[in-house]
């Protein structure tokens, strides 16, 4: 029903700039909120930002807002994450999700789809 393809990660320096990208495929692409998600070694996948379906709403969690921006372009059925003024903490696996149809949007469990993950690493 629904791909997601996340590209864009790397190795980027302390306080240096990333954009991610998620290509999705399916005919609900348009219709649907979309999330980023992250995980770094030993620890628990976070929420980290997801925009509605008309890409009028957008909701950061404390740790990225001010830093991050979520968008989305439905015409290319992609959702971006613009990361910028990157810390050593950032540094983890990024997932983007598809359709928190489940429960809210930022538990991991809601979502229904889900990419294969790219690796940002920040160094010192």
């Known amino acids: 029903q629904v791909q997601l393809v996340e590209s864009g990660g790397g190795l980027v320096q302390a306080g240096g700039s990333l954009r991610l990208s998620c290509a999705a495929s399916?005919?609900?692409?348009?219709?649907?909120?979309m999330g980023w998600f992250r995980q770094a070694p030993g620890k628990e996948r976070e929420f980290a930002a997801a925009i509605s379906s008309s890409g009028g709403n957008t909701y950061y969690a404390d740790p990225v807002k001010g830093r991050f921006t979520i968008s989305r372009d439905n015409a290319k059925n992609t959702v971006y994450l613009q990361m910028n003024s990157l810390k050593l903490e950032d540094t983890a696996v990024y997932y983007c999700?598809?359709?928190?149809?489940?429960?809210?949007?930022?538990?991991?469990?809601?979502?229904?789809?889900w990419g294969q993950g790219t690796q940002v690493t920040v160094s010192s």
């Open positions: 999700a598809a359709d928190p149809r489940s429960g809210p949007y930022l538990a991991p469990q809601s979502y229904d789809y």
């Open positions: 399916g005919r609900t692409f348009s219709y649907v909120t």
